[in-house]
């Protein structure tokens, strides 16, 4: 599986951006996706995860109730709608694809087996 972000930017606190992810493979379907985030110096932090199925997500704390994570199959692409921005959201984006089920993508021993590259995503206060 290979996977492609897209979709950050520069945004003004309170404002909405909506990330992509493109998925190449005809077996992505089989796999839950997610996104995780960055700040320079940080470890990744997961943000939100969706099954394969699209029936179940988990989000962060951090931004349940404000972010919403949702995918279709027919086209390989993960969405991630991100509203009501606050400037600590500030971070590298990347979408991952895992098997593993999404109620363990927010442990600390999990590790997603693919990866896209970053797309950054900058709140400004």
């Known amino acids: 599986v290979q996977l492609q972000a897209s979709g950050g930017g520069l945004v003004q606190a309170g404002g909405s951006l909506r990330l992509s992810c493109a998925a190449s493979g005809h077996t992505f379907g089989t796999y839950a996706a997610g996104w995780f985030r960055q700040t320079s110096g940080d470890e990744r932090e997961f943000v939100a995860a969706?099954?394969?199925?699209?029936?179940?997500?988990e989000y962060a704390a951090s931004v349940k109730g404000r972010f919403t994570i949702s995918r279709d199959n027919a086209k390989n692409m993960v969405w991630l709608q991100m509203n009501s921005l606050k400037t600590e959201d500030t971070a590298v984006y990347y979408c991952a694809a895992d098997v593993t089920e999404v109620a363990f993508w927010s442990a600390q021993w999990f590790s997603a087996s693919y990866w896209g590259q970053g797309t950054q995503v900058t709140v400004s206060s």
């Open positions: 969706v099954s394969w199925s699209g029936s179940s997500t």
